[in-house]
Structures are given as C-alpha cells and as structure tokens.
C-alpha cells in the first residue's frame, strides 16, 4: 500500500492564482482531512470529510474549497491564491471513529 | 473553545535522563487525546493515545482531567527520541493540535 500520497510536493503560485492540492489513500479509510502548518502555531484543520460526499469545515477554512467524490481522493482547492496561504500542507486519513490518523508527505506551497 | 498549549517549543535532555512533555488542553466534553511524533525527514505519526493506556518507545502519557494535563513522559530518554512532538485533541470529527516541542537528546 502506498498510503496517502499528495502532489505535487513543492508549488510556488502567483497571488491570484488558483491549484489544486491533490491527496489520495488506498487504506479505504472513512475520514479524510486538510491541515497547514505554520512556523508557532503547529498544525490547523481547514476541511475534513467522514465519507464520500460529505465534507464540513476545520478551525481555518477560509479561502480553500474541498469535495469528495471518492473514498481515495480529497482534493483541496485555493480559489485565488494569496502570501497569507503560503505554508506546509498535510493530508491524512483514518478509518471510521478516527482513533489513529495517518499523514501524507506534506506540500510545501510559496505564494509570492 | 478548544485548544491545546504545549508551552516548550525546545527541549533537551541528555541520553539517559528522563524527559517530559508537556501538553495541557481546554475542552468542555469528555476529551480524547493523542501524541503524534515526526522524526527528521519522515511524515508525523501517531505515538500513543490516552484510551488505550499504552506505553510506545519507553514513553508513557496519563490524562488527568483535574488538571486537564496529558504530559508525556520517559524515565531514560534515547538519542533516537529527538524530534518533533505533537499533542492532540479529538473533539467530535476535529483535530485540535498543540504548537509541538522539539526535544533534542544529547549524547
């Protein structure tokens, strides 16, 4: 198994622009969720999601769209980029009842 | 509000002397905690969990909610302990995670 796997791994974009995060799983786990991390303030939720069309909310949410057509896949989207989005980004996943999360590699995003 | 402080953002120790960390947390409901490690160059990783009172590497961590503390703890730390620590609250389908500690073990 592959685990989860995010691409790409690193991204530089021009304020404005918009991408997409990509995030999968092969574990066929249930819940799926966004995170960034930022120099002293560890990591915060942006979207999660419990099962295939079904997505909610995290702490920052703002400025970042998510859907989830499948069990494997959790795109995050940034609808016009800005310097503020500039930071680390992880993907994980964990079965039903989430007792344990498993972490992708992480992408490291730059808006300039 | 939910939140977790972890107030050592750096930690050492020398091998062989115990290590703590501490994590303290807010959260009105019954919480559920965790500590996720990321080792230098590996993704972060679940370490332990209050609900299966488990000890992972030598570490140990005990929730006590009068002081609302889920500190982890080793009596002998190793020089492969030195990495990032996370702590973690599960409140509903939300993670709440704590700021880390960078605990370094000195030869």
């Known amino acids: 198994n592959a685990g989860v796997t995010q691409t790409p791994k690193f991204q530089v974009l021009k304020t404005g622009q918009s991408m997409t995060l990509q995030c999968a799983q092969d574990m066929n786990h249930e819940y799926m969720s966004w995170y960034r991390q930022d120099p002293g303030m560890g990591l915060r939720l942006i979207h999660y999601?419990?099962?295939?069309?079904?997505?909610d909310q995290g702490e920052v949410p703002n400025g970042y769209n998510v859907s989830r057509s499948t069990t494997e896949d959790f795109p995050l989207r940034l609808l016009s980029a800005a310097p503020s989005q500039t930071s680390v980004y992880f993907c994980a996943s964990g079965r039903q009842g989430v007792r344990e999360q498993y972490f992708g590699p992480g992408t490291r995003l730059t808006v300039t | 509000a939910q939140r977790v402080t972890q107030p050592e953002k750096l930690l050492s120790v020398f091998k062989g002397a115990p290590v703590e960390l501490k994590c303290n947390y807010s959260y009105s409901g019954s919480p559920e905690l965790f500590w996720y490690v990321q080792y230098s160059r590996q993704r972060l990783q679940l370490l332990l969990r209050h609900i299966s009172r488990e000890s992972i590497k030598g570490f140990t961590a005990d929730l006590n909610k009068g002081e609302t503390s889920f500190h982890l703890k080793k009596p002998f730390a190793q020089e492969e302990d030195s990495a990032m620590y996370y702590c973690?609250?599960?409140?509903?389908?939300?993670?709440?995670f704590g700021t880390g500690t960078s605990l370094t073990v000195i030869p």
């Open positions: 973690a609250l599960k409140a509903g389908n939300q993670f709440y």
């Open positions: 999601s419990v099962g295939a069309g079904i997505t």
